[in-house]
C-alpha cells in the first residue's frame, strides 16, 4: 500500500524533526486512511451506501433548516436596526418600531400572573420577571358586529400570556391551538385580560331584580337645592342594560377595593393588597355620590358606616392640598347635597379647617402640602413653586364650603389666589404657564403653554366659577373668554392625514402637537360654556375636540386611549395619532366620558353614548381584574398584553364610572346641568341661588 499523494501527507513527513509535540489530527487521519485501504470492496461498498443514505436524508431537511436561519438572521437584522440607527430616525418612526418590535414598555413592576381556575392561589402568586421578548404574531381578531374596527379580546392562556411563555416554537404552537379549539369556548366567556377567562355568569354579579332595584333606590334626599333633582326617576328600557353594565361594573369594582383594600387610599387589584397615599379612604370617600346615583343602597350604606365610625382627619400626615380638595373636600360636600346627612357636612367642616394652614404664604398663594394633623404647610421639597391647575382649581369647593358654614374665611383664601392670577403678568391670550411662586406671587417657568397637566383645571374653573356663583363675576368670565380665543389661535392645530382637529403645546414660541388624554376634559367644558350663552364657536371647536378624543380611543388596538398622544401633521396619509413607547398607558381616566356626557347633553346625538359604550366595553375587555377590581395598565398597543400596573385609581369609580351612567341614563333632570356643577373630579356642587333683586 501506498501513502496518497497528498499534501497533508507529505507535510507531515516533512514536518521540524526536532519537534516532538504530537500531532494527534494529523496522526488520526493518517490511520483512518490505511483501515479504508484494509476494507474490502463489499464493505467499502457498504460504508459508501450509507453515507449517500445520509447525505440524502440531510438534503431532504435543507428548508426547515434554512428556514430557522432565515428567521433567526432577520430577526437580528432588525434587532440590529434598532441599536445602531434608531438615534439617526425621526421620533414618529422610532415609536413605530418600537411599537412593532414592542421591547420599549415602560419601566414598571410586572405584573402577577393570574390563574384563572383558582383564584384563592393568585394571591400568594410572586411577580414573575419578563422574559425575552418573542415577536409571536397574534391570531387575526374575531369580528364583532358592535366594533368592527377593534381587534379581538387578548389572545389568552390559562397559565398566563403566551408573550410570556418563553417557551420555544413548539410550546406556542400548542398554545395557538389550544386557543383555536378554545374559539367556540370564548362566545361563552367573558375575557378579562391575560391569563384570565371568567364564566360569564361569574363576569358580574347577576343584575337585581326589578323590585331589588327599586328597594336599593335611595331615599330622597333633604337636600338644600331640590331633593328631586337627585333621584334617579324611572329608566326607560332602551337604556336599561348599559346603565345596569355600569353598574355591574361598579359593583365588580368596589368588590375588590371592600374585599382588599377596605379603608384604604387605593385598591392594587393583582397583587390583592391596597396603597396609601394620604391615609384617608380615598377611594371610598370618591366614590360615596356615585353610589348614591347609581341607587347602591347597600354598599352606600357601609361605606357611610366607615366615614361615621373610622374616618379621622387628625392624624399626623402631609397631604396635598389640590388632590385632598377635590377628591375628599369634594366627595364630602357632594353627598351632603345628595343626601342632606349633616354626617357629610360635619367632616367637610372639619377637614376644610384643616386644609387652611395651606394659604399662610408670603404670596398668599397656597402651599401644595398640608400636615392635617399638626396645621403646617409647605411646598414640595424640591421647589417653592405651586402647580398652577392645583392653586386654582379649589376653589368651587372652599367657596361652598363657606356658603354652607356660613364663614367667608375658605371662600376669601382662595377668591384672593384668582384675584391675583387675573392680574399676574406672564399671559399670553390668556393661556397661563404651569407654575407660580408661593413667595414672590409671580410665574415661573414662563413661556411653556399646555391645556393638558399642571394648566388644565384652571380653565375649567374659571367657566364653573362664573356658573357656580351666578354668572355674576365678570373677571372670571373674561379669563375664560380671553383663554378660549388664546387656545383657538396658538394650540389648536389639525393632523395631516384625516385633519382631526386637535390641542397642542406651545414651549418659548415653538408648536409641539402633544395632547395628553387630560386635554379631553375640554370639549366638555366649551360645551357647557356655549350651553350658558357663551359664543357658539366654542361648541364647534367641542364638537371637533370629541371627535379626536374618540379616535384617540379607537384607532388604538384595545380601544382605549394612551396618556399622551402625538399629532402627526406633516403627511397627507397615514396615521393621525402617534403614541410614544413612553407614553402608551392608561389610567382609567375619565376625561372622554366626561366631556362625552355633556355633549349628549347638550345635542342628544346618539353617537356619543355609543362611543362611551366602547369605552366601557374595552375596560371590561382590558383592565378588568378577575375576583374584583379594574387596574391601570401599561399598553393601549397591545391587545394581547396590555400589562397591568396593579393600581385602581380612585377617580375611576367617582368620575369615570359616574359619568358613563350619567351618559347612558335617559333622565336629563338627573343632575340637572342648569342647577348643578360638576367639580374636577365629578362630585356635584349645586349651582348658588341669585340672590334676591
Ligand atoms: C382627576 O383627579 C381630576 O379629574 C383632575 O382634574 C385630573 N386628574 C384626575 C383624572 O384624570
Known sequence: ???????????????????????????????????????????????????????????????????????????????????????????????????????????????????????????????????????????????????????????????????????????????????????????????????AIIEADQATEPPPSASEREAAAPPAPADPADPADTVPSEVPTVAVDRLQAVCDAFRHAWKGYKDYAWGHDELKPISRSFGEWFGLGLTLIDSLDTMWILGLKEEFAEAKDWVEKELSFDKNVDVNLFETTIRVLGGLLSTYHLTGDQLFLDKAKDLGSRLMPAFKTPSKIPFSDVNIGKGTAHPPRWTSDSTLAEVTSIQLEFRELSRLTQDPQYQEVVNEVMKLVHKLPGKQDGLVPMFINTNSGQFTHKGVFTLGARADSYYEYLLKQWIQGGKTEEDLLQDYLQAVEGVKKHLVRQSGPSKLTFVGELSHSRFNPKMDHLVCFLPGTLALGAHNGLPEDHMDLAVQLMETCHQMYRQ????????????????????????????????????????????????????????????????????????????????????????????????????????????????AELLSLDKYIFNTEAHVLPIWPSPPK
Open 1 to 195: 500500500m501506498y501513502p496518497p499523494n497528498r499534501k497533508d501527507f507529505i507535510s507531515l513527513t516533512l514536518s521540524d524533526p526536532h519537534n516532538n509535540t504530537y500531532n494527534n489530527a494529523k496522526h488520526r487521519r493518517q490511520s483512518c486512511w490505511r483501515k479504508w485501504k484494509q476494507l474490502s470492496r463489499l464493505q467499502r461498498s457498504l460504508v459508501l451506501f450509507l453515507l449517500a443514505l445520509l447525505l440524502i436524508f440531510g438534503l431532504l431537511s435543507y428548508p426547515s433548516i434554512t428556514e430557522q436561519w432565515r428567521g433567526a438572521s432577520d430577526r437580528e437584522d432588525w434587532l440590529e436596526l434598532n441599536d445602531r440607527d434608531m438615534k439617526d430616525l425621526p421620533p414618529d418612526v422610532k415609536s413605530i418600531l418600537d411599537q412593532a418590535e414592542g421591547k420599549a414598555l415602560p419601566p414598571v413592576a410586572e405584573p402577577h400572573v393570574l390563574p384563572a381556575v383558582d383564584p384563592d392561589a393568585v394571591a400568594g402568586a410572586v411577580v414573575e420577571p419578563r422574559g425575552p421578548i418573542i415577536p409571536i404574531l397574534p391570531k387575526p381578531p374575531i369580528k364583532n358586529k358592535n366594533f368592527p374596527n377593534k381587534r379581538g379580546p387578548p389572545s389568552l392562556h390559562k397559565d398566563g400570556n403566551i408573550s410570556d411563555t418563553v417557551g420555544g416554537e413548539k410550546e406556542v404552537q400548542e398554545v395557538v391551538r389550544e386557543e383555536e379549539g378554545e374559539e367556540e369556548d370564548k362566545e361563552k366567556k367573558v375575557v378579562s385580560w391575560r391569563g
Open 556 to 667: 388604538m388596538e384595545t380601544g382605549l386611549s394612551p396618556e399622551i398622544v402625538h399629532f402627526n401633521m406633516q403627511a397627507s396619509e397615514g396615521q393621525d395619532v402617534v403614541v410614544k413607547p413612553a407614553d402608551r398607558h392608561n389610567l382609567l381616566r375619565p376625561e372622554t366620558v366626561e366631556s362625552l356626557f355633556y355633549m349628549y347633553r347638550f345635542t342628544k346625538d346618539p353617537k356619543y353614548r355609543d362611543w362611551g359604550w366602547e369605552i366601557l366595553h374595552s375596560f371590561n375587555n382590558y383592565t378588568k381584574v378577575p375576583g374584583g377590581g379594574y387596574t391601570s395598565i401599561n399598553n393601549v398597543r397591545d391587545p394581547v398584553n396590555p400589562g397591568p400596573r396593579d393600581k385602581m385609581e380612585s377617580f375611576f369609580l367617582g368620575e369615570t364610572l359616574k359619568y358613563l351612567y350619567l351618559l347612558f341614563s335617559d333622565d
